[in-house]
C-alpha cells in the first residue's frame, strides 16, 4: 500500500516532529532562489551588506533561543549540527579540559572519573567508551524500576576525581522526567559539573537552564518541529570547555564552521512556538497519554513498562511504552504501518537493532518481554479521534 501522508496516524514524535508553521514560514526567505537569496542568506562571517544581514538574523535567532531556554546570556548558546554534536561536544569539551585544569593545579594522582546514567541516548553512552579508552573511569548508574535515576544514587557514585556527570533530562522511550536542579546540585557540591541531554524534555516540561543550574544541556531543533540538522549546546559562562570542532573560530571559537543562519532562524521560531504552547499542550497531551495507557491496559496481553499514574507529571506527557506479549516488535510496526499508523520500539537511532533496548535491559526487564517493546508518542498534531484508532488498531494486528 503506497503511503498516504493524508491518512497516515504518526505516532512517532520522539524521534522526530513534523516541520512546524512557525518554524517554516520564518525560513521561507531564505529558499528564495537566486541572488535575491542574500538578502537573508549570505554568510554571516561576511562584511558585506548579505553578511551582516545574515548574522543579524543569526544573532537575533540567538538571542531568541536564550530567552527561551532559560539562559542568562545570549553568548551562551552555540549553534551545531544536533544534539549528537552537542552531546559529543559537551562531554569532551568539559571533562577533558576539567581534566586539564585539575592537573595543572598537581592533583597528585587524579584519575578523571566521568558519570552517566545507564538509561542515556547512544550520543551520550557512545563519548562514554571514548572515556574508558582513554583513562578515564566510567560509572553507569542504574535507574530504578520506573526509570529514574536517583539523587541518593549520584550521591553514592560521586567521588573527589569526578570531573563531569551527565543524567538526561527525559528519557525518550519510557519517558521518565528526573530532576535535573537536584541532580545538578549534588554534582555540584562534589566539585563535577554537570551536563544533560535535554532533547526530549523541551516544550514538555519547564526547561530553564538558569533554574537547573546546569553547566550544559544539549537540544535538538527536529524533536521540536524545527527543521533538521540544527541543535543548540548550551554551555554555562566560565565553564571550561576544550573545543572540538576547529577552524574559523565561529560561536566564540567553541565550535567552528560557517553557521546554518536559515536553520537556527527556523530552531527559534519552533522553540518559540513550543515554549509560548507548553502549558496547555503538555495538558492535553497528558490526558491522549492517559486515555491510551487505560486502553492498553484493558487488552490482553499488552502490559505497561512503567507505572504512569493518571495526570502524572513525573512521566512526559506524549509518550506511552507498553510490551506485548509474543509479539516482536518489528512485526508489530509493520503491521500497524500496514494499517495507516506509525510507531516505534524504542529510540529512532537503535531501531534496526534486533537486541532489546539498552533502557530495558537497565530496568532489569528480560529479553522476551522487551522484545515486544512499542513507544507511541504524540505531539502538536497528534488528535483524540488518532489515539482512539490506534486503541481500535493495536487489537488487530495482534490477533
Not at 569539551?93 to 595543572?104: M, Y
Not at 526530549?200 to 537547573?212: D, I, R, S, T, Y
Amino acid at each position: 500500500m503506497a503511503f498516504d501522508p493524508s491518512t497516515y496516524v504518526y505516532l512517532d514524535y520522539a524521534a522526530t516532529a513534523p516541520l512546524c508553521e512557525e518554524a517554516a514560514d520564518a525560513m521561507a526567505p531564505f529558499g528564495v532562489p537566486g541572488v535575491m537569496n542574500l538578502a537573508v542568506g549570505g554568510n554571516a562571517n561576511s562584511l558585506h551588506s548579505p553578511g551582516r544581514a545574515a548574522f543579524a538574523a543569526f544573532e537575533q535567532a540567538r538571542k531568541s533561543l536564550a530567552r527561551d531556554l532559560g539562559a542568562r546570556r545570549p553568548d551562551e548558546i552555540i549553534f551545531t549540527s544536533g544534539a549528537t554534536e552537542a552531546d559529543g561536544a559537551a562531554l569532551f569539551g568539559i571533562a577533558h579540559a576539567a581534566t586539564a585544569e585539575r592537573r595543572r593545579s598537581g592533583a597528585g594522582d587524579f584519575v578523571p572519573h566521568v558519570i552517566v546514567s545507564a538509561v542515556e541516548h547512544d550520543a551520550v553512552l557512545a563519548p562514554a567508551k571514548r572515556f574508558e579508552a582513554q583513562g578515564f573511569r566510567v560509572t553507569r548508574l542504574k535507574p530504578n524500576r520506573q526509570g529514574f535515576i536517583e539523587v541518593s544514587a549520584l550521591e553514592r557514585a560521586l567521588d573527589a576525581d569526578t570531573v563531569l556527570v551527565s543524567i538526561q533530562a527525559a528519557n525518550s522511550e519510557v519517558g521518565s522526567v528526573h530532576p535535573i536542579a537536584e541532580l545538578a546540585r549534588a554534582a555540584h557540591e562534589a566539585g563535577a559539573f554537570f551536563h544533560t541531554d535535554a532533547v526530549q524534555a523541551l516544550g514538555k516540561v519547564p526547561v530553564q537552564m538558569e533554574a537547573w543550574d546546569v553547566d550544559a544541556a544539549s537540544f535538538s531543533a527536529h524533536k521540536v518541529g524545527g527543521p533538521k540538522g540544527v541543535g543548540v549546546l548550551y554551555l554555562k559562562a566560565r565553564v571550561p570547555f576544550e573545543a572540538q570542532a576547529l577552524g574559523g573560530g565561529q560561536e566564540g571559537g567553541r565550535r567552528s564552521g560557517t553557521q546554518n543562519v536559515a536553520g537556527a532562524v527556523g530552531y527559534a521560531a519552533a522553540v518559540r512556538a513550543v515554549v509560548e504552547a507548553q502549558k496547555d499542550e503538555a495538558k492535553r497531551l497528558r490526558a491522549l497519554r492517559d486515555e491510551l495507557y487505560a486502553a492498553c491496559a484493558r487488552m490482553q496481553g499488552v502490559e505497561a513498562t512503567v507505572n504512569v499514574d493518571r495526570g502524572s507529571e513525573q512521566f512526559l506527557p506524549n509518550i506511552v511504552h507498553v510490551m506485548v506479549h509474543g509479539h516482536e516488535s518489528e512485526t508489530l510496526i509493520l503491521r500497524l504501518d500496514a494499517l495507516g499508523f506509525g510507531v516505534s520500539g524504542g529510540s529512532a537511532c537503535a531501531s534496526h537493532s534486533l537486541e532489546p533496548s539498552h533502557v530495558l535491559q537497565a530496568l532489569d526487564i528480560d529479553a522476551d518481554r522487551a522484545l515486544g517493546a512499542l513507544r507511541i508518542s504524540m505531539g502538536r498534531f497528534t488528535t483524540e479521534e488518532d489515539v482512539r484508532a490506534f486503541i481500535d488498531a493495536l487489537p488487530r494486528v495482534m490477533e
